[in-house]
């Protein structure tokens, strides 16, 4: 069973860092997709920044100059750093994992509250 959590996230002010991790239970090389993604109350779920096997990294352009996304293949866990935060960014976060060999598998963590207000 594939899991996933999240962690990192808080309240910060306009401006400020946060660093976002997930911790998965597999080996993340083994998927063919991982990002994060964040919905915040009544919007739909939203990609914020993805990296693909052998398909090169894709931000949002919303987050594009001010997050990154990063991995430690070893840990097996993701990471999102988030810079220049800005109200519009308060969203729950989620760390999503892909499989696309056979059927389709789309994993998710319980996701982490990111909260940016004065």
């Known amino acids: 069973q594939v899991q996933l959590v999240e962690s990192g996230g808080g309240l910060v002010q306009p401006g400020g860092s946060l660093r976002l991790s997930c911790a998965v239970s597999?080996?993340?090389?083994?998927?063919?997709?991982m990002g994060w993604y964040r919905q915040a109350p009544g919007k739909q779920r939203e990609l914020v920044a993805v990296?693909?096997?052998?398909?090169?990294?894709n931000y949002a352009d919303s987050v594009k100059g001010r997050f990154t996304i990063s991995r430690d293949n070893a840990k097996n866990t993701v990471f999102l750093q988030m810079n220049s935060l800005k109200p519009e960014d308060t969203a729950v976060y989620y760390c999503?994992?892909?499989?696309?060999?056979?059927?389709?598998?789309?994993?998710w963590g319980q996701g982490t509250q990111v909260t940016v207000s004065s």
């Open positions: 999503n994992a892909l499989m696309t060999r056979g059927v389709i598998r789309a994993y």
């Open positions: 990296f693909i096997s052998g398909g090169g990294i």
């Open positions: 597999g080996s993340i090389a083994g998927f063919n997709a």
